[in-house]
């Protein structure tokens, strides 16, 4: 290389003198003054050709660790939280103190990290058929205190999505707080249909052997998780936390998919679901079971608030579990590009933690990438 750079120096060094030596010679005609101008832009565009040579020659840096979390084709995240008996959340663990399984196999931990400082990416999703008609006032009031103590404008982003027969994303994700606001001051009850503005979110089909469209005045929950999971909180190159906050019954009229297929989407986007169970005596109440499996299986809460202190409370705990959360990355042992399920599994290692009766949660597992 120092060879490459001398023999570059001396030979502009070299185009140079004899640039000057021409120019000295005016007592020359216009030929030759054209003939020394087509030398001079002859020798500059090979030393320009010379230099681009050098560049390219010159080795590229290696990515650093968040560029290789982006590439990495085989590399599996977790996230967990961590709580004692008495339902503290502890944030002092470290990477010695869990082992990572993989059906059973444990794993090689790439990376372990507190999460406190990773983007999120929340969607608000909102029943607003007519069985939340007297609970909905509260829901807004208290999404409003949660999305104020915890987007952060300069990363995070949320997205206000109402739903009952259909989704409707009335706010994309941003990071625009003022825009969240007024968007979730809008949201009203479908009664008698849906009053809000942007069109149902598409990519449920219905057709002979299926399922029929939802009716007006329907709930589908189900379908609703679903198409937010895929459309909204898809994944991509960015490394974000992604969390859906349902507000609902759970009482389920009309979707077209299933609660397992919902649960297996929020799986393959890497969305935990935070349900926050809210419904009407009138209507029937609270689905408990089915807000507690989606949420659970998908790495989240479901809470069941009797009064507005209670869903005051509700969002204050998943503000402070959003806060500390840790990621476990790893590559799995399993090559096996074949779409099956790989139960995950995070075991407390430490003595001290173990004796404390450490409790983690976590999503149960991840389907694996086809090949193809």
């Given at each position: 290389?120092?060879?490459?750079?001398?023999?570059l120096?001396f030979?502009?060094?070299d185009?140079?003198?004899?640039?000057?030596r021409?120019?000295?010679?005016?007592t020359?005609?216009?030929?030759?003054?054209?003939?020394?101008?087509t030398?001079?832009?002859?020798i500059?565009t090979?030393?320009l050709t010379?230099?681009l040579?050098?560049?390219?020659?010159?080795?590229?840096?290696?990515?650093?660790q968040?560029?290789?979390?982006?590439?990495?084709?085989d590399?599996?995240?977790?996230?967990?939280?961590?709580?004692?008996?008495?339902?503290?959340?502890?944030?002092?663990?470290?990477?010695?103190?869990?082992r990572?399984?993989?059906?059973?196999?444990?794993?090689?931990?790439?990376t372990?990290q507190?999460?406190?400082?990773?983007?999120?990416?929340?969607?608000f999703?909102?029943?607003?058929?007519?069985?939340?008609?007297?609970?909905?006032?509260?829901?807004?009031?208290a999404?409003?205190s949660?999305?104020?103590?915890?987007?952060r404008s300069?990363?995070?982003?949320?997205?206000?999505?109402?739903?009952?027969?259909?989704?409707?994303?009335?706010?994309?994700?941003t990071?625009?707080?003022l825009?969240?606001?007024?968007?979730l001051e809008?949201?009203?009850?479908?009664?008698?249909?849906?009053?809000?503005?942007?069109?149902?979110?598409?990519?449920?089909?219905?057709?002979?052997?299926?399922i029929?469209?939802?009716?007006?005045?329907s709930?589908?929950?189900?379908?609703?998780?679903?198409v937010?999971?895929r459309?909204?909180?898809?994944?991509?190159?960015?490394?974000?936390?992604?969390?859906?906050i349902?507000?609902?019954?759970?009482?389920?009229?009309?979707?077209?998919?299933?609660?397992?297929?919902?649960?297996?989407?929020?799986?393959?986007?890497?969305?935990?679901?935070y349900?926050?169970?809210?419904?009407?005596s009138e209507?029937?109440?609270?689905?408990?079971q089915?807000?507690?499996?989606?949420?659970?299986?998908s790495?989240?809460?479901?809470f069941?608030?009797?009064?507005?202190a209670?869903l005051?409370a509700?969002?204050?705990?998943?503000?402070?579990?959003?806060?500390s959360q840790?990621?476990?990355?790893?590559?799995?042992?399993?090559?096996?590009?074949?779409?099956?399920?790989?139960?995950?599994?995070?075991?407390?290692?430490?003595?001290?933690?173990?004796?404390?009766?450490?409790?983690?949660?976590?999503?149960?597992g991840?389907?694996?990438?086809?090949?193809?």
């Amino acid at each position: 290389m120092k060879t490459a750079n001398f023999k570059l120096k001396f030979f502009a060094f070299d185009s140079w003198l004899l640039c000057e030596r021409a120019q000295r010679t005016k007592t020359q005609g216009r030929t030759r003054k054209f003939a020394i101008f087509t030398f001079q832009f002859s020798i500059c565009t090979a030393f320009l050709t010379a230099t681009l040579v050098l560049f390219a020659q010159t080795p590229t840096p290696p990515p650093d660790q968040d560029d290789v979390l982006r590439v990495e084709s085989d590399l599996t995240n977790l996230l967990f939280t961590a709580t004692d008996k008495n339902k503290r959340y502890i944030t002092s663990l470290q990477e010695n103190d869990i082992r990572v399984l993989e059906d059973g196999v444990p794993q090689k931990v790439f990376t372990f990290q507190r999460e406190t400082d990773r983007p999120l990416s929340i969607a608000f999703l909102i029943d607003v058929s007519i069985s939340e008609e007297r609970t909905l006032p509260d829901e807004k009031a208290a999404a409003r205190s949660f999305i104020e103590n915890i987007i952060r404008s300069e990363k995070d982003q949320a997205a206000i999505i109402p739903f009952e027969g259909y989704a409707h994303v009335e706010q994309p994700l941003t990071r625009n707080v003022l825009a969240i606001y007024k968007t979730l001051e809008r949201v009203e009850v479908a009664f008698p249909a849906y009053v809000g503005g942007a069109p149902a979110i598409s990519g449920i089909s219905s057709g002979p052997g299926t399922i029929a469209p939802p009716g007006e005045g329907s709930t589908a929950i189900w379908d609703s998780v679903f198409v937010t999971c895929r459309h909204v909180l898809a994944r991509d190159h960015e490394q974000r936390r992604r969390a859906i906050i349902l507000l609902t019954d759970g009482r389920d009229t009309s979707s077209r998919v299933s609660r397992l297929a919902a649960i297996d989407q929020a799986i393959q986007s890497e969305t935990v679901v935070y349900a926050i169970g809210i419904g009407d005596s009138e209507y029937g109440g609270v689905n408990k079971q089915a807000l507690k499996e989606i949420s659970e299986r998908s790495g989240g809460r479901a809470f069941f608030p009797k009064k507005d202190a209670d869903l005051t409370a509700a969002f204050a705990e998943i503000e402070q579990e959003l806060r500390s959360q840790y990621l476990v990355a790893y590559s799995s042992s399993n090559k096996k590009r074949d779409g099956s399920f790989r139960t995950m599994t995070i075991e407390v290692a430490s003595p001290q933690f173990v004796k404390e009766g450490l409790k983690l949660r976590y999503r149960p597992g991840y389907f694996a990438k086809k090949s193809g």
